[in-house]
């Protein structure tokens, strides 16, 4: 089709005389809107050609050539004036519009006279919040992070059976609580994406999802046990039992697991993940220990003190050993519970990494039942971790083994053909050059 162009509107609205074939003239009203993208730049520009040629007068034949045949148009486009109106966008009068290209024109145009092409954001019913917002992404790194907390202080916790008289503590574990409380509020109001792969912001099946998934977890983990545990008037019993419970919370470690499954392609972000796992098995290990330990330390058949165990040993070495207190009958004293957990760290991480010293060692039938159990865990985790640590450092160090073999093989290639030593040192400077700009990546694939 030859179109030819008689003149402009606004630099965005044109008309177009045309013929699809000889003898048969069309009008086209034509349309150009930039696009613009979420940065707010022109991508691209839109064409649309609309076919005016039913609200135009008859136009004479082509034949004729000269001025006179512009004046006859020029005539047919005045007298389409109204068409004009009723296609274009209504614009301010007087606008200089000579000044500048028409190019920048358009380009200068603000967003209340062209339209915003972009991806349109999905609409979901009140209060529903989307689960890729900004709020909700900041929200679940705060939850991860707490979680965290969670995992490193609920065992150390339950394995000492102390009660939560440090206000500050107790202020903070009432925090967290508190804000895991909200965190399910907010989960009955999140989308989710279903089988499909579909966003699902119903909130009936929002909240059924979450009910059948999570719900019952997030609810135990924030339960105020710590609260009930700081009253004086609680039973041993029962405080030992609410300490147990706080052990749900660990099961929120699994939400963990999958927010950060999104951070695995990382090789550095794996690697600090590994030792973040293995530190976190050992600060667990090492919770069962003394708890062991405190456990069997003591002959509650006998009321005697086992000379073998080996808490009793820390305390004698370190100058606090356990003490009868004939007034109530019970055995007092002993080391102090940083020492102990220091002195129960050391000894997991020197069994998880087979280093074992033997100034620690397990001396009753409980003690030598779990070192056996925490052996064969920590063959399996280190054979895990360090293989996976040996995988990643080569995946690292991949591009810089295929750089250095390639500067080899060309050196190898110039000995053996005698290149002439300039030829040869600007053939190693253009492939050094060349390197550092594409990083060994092939710009023709």
């Known amino acids: 089709m030859l179109v030819r162009r008689c003149s402009v509107f606004m630099s965005l609205t044109s008309f177009f005389y045309g013929a699809f074939s000889p003898g048969t003239p069309v009008w086209f009203f034509v349309k150009i809107a930039p696009i613009r993208n979420e940065q707010d730049k022109v991508v691209l520009f839109l064409c649309t050609f609309s076919d005016i040629t039913a609200f135009k007068q008859p136009i004479e034949d082509d034949s004729c050539k000269g001025w006179g045949k512009f004046a006859r148009l020029t005539r047919a486009l005045t007298s389409s004036r109204g068409v004009l109106q009723q296609l274009a966008p209504s614009v301010q009068k007087g606008e200089n519009v000579h000044k500048h290209s028409r190019l920048a024109e358009v380009l200068q145009l603000g967003s209340e006279i062209l339209p915003q092409y972009k991806q349109e954001a999905p609409k979901t019913p009140p209060h529903i919040i989307l689960h890729y917002c900004v709020f909700k992404t900041t929200w679940d790194w705060v939850i991860l992070i707490l979680t965290f907390y969670t995992a490193i202080l609920v065992p150390y916790n339950v394995s000492f059976k102390t009660k939560q008289n440090n206000v500050a503590w107790l202020v903070v574990d009432s925090i967290v609580d508190v804000i895991f409380l909200v965190d399910i509020v907010l989960n009955f109001h999140t989308t989710f994406v279903g089988p499909a792969g579909e966003v699902i912001s119903d909130p009936k099946l929002i909240r059924m999802n979450y009910l059948k998934t999570w719900f019952v977890i997030d609810l135990l983990s924030c339960l105020p046990y710590d609260v009930i545990n700081a009253f004086e008037n609680v039973d041993e019993g029962i405080s030992s039992l609410f300490s147990s419970l706080k052990v749900v919370r660990l099961l929120r470690l699994g939400r963990v697991a999958r927010k950060l499954d999104h951070y695995i392609e990382y090789g550095a972000a794996v690697l600090v993940l590994l030792v973040c796992v293995f530190g976190l098995a050992a600060h667990w290990l090492a919770c069962i220990w003394y708890s062991i330990g405190d456990y069997e330390v003591i002959n509650e058949d006998k009321n005697t003190i086992r000379n073998e165990s080996w808490l009793y040993q820390l305390g004698e070495s370190i100058g606090s050993p356990y003490q009868l207190n004939t007034t109530t009958g019970k055995w007092e004293g002993g080391p102090s519970k940083d020492s102990v957990y220091i002195s129960s760290l050391y000894f997991t991480m020197t069994s998880l990494t087979s280093v074992g010293f033997g100034n620690i060692a397990p001396t009753t039938d409980g003690e030598k039942i779990f070192a056996v159990a925490m052996m064969m865990?920590?063959?399996?985790?280190?054979?895990?971790?360090?293989?996976?640590?040996?995988?990643?450092?080569?995946?690292?160090?991949?591009?810089?083994?295929?750089?250095?073999?390639?500067?080899?093989?060309?050196?190898?290639?110039?000995?053996?053909?005698?290149?002439?030593?300039?030829?040869?040192?600007?053939?190693?400077?253009?492939?050094?050059?060349t390197w550092s700009m594409s990083r060994g990546i092939d710009t023709e694939k």
């Open 377 to 433: 865990i920590g063959s399996l985790l280190y054979a895990t971790i360090f293989g996976n640590v040996t995988t990643i450092f080569q995946q690292m160090y991949a591009n810089t083994n295929r750089y250095h073999e390639m500067l080899n093989s060309v050196r190898d290639f110039l000995k053996l053909y005698q290149v002439p030593k300039g030829l040869s040192e600007r053939v190693m400077d253009y492939i050094v050059s």
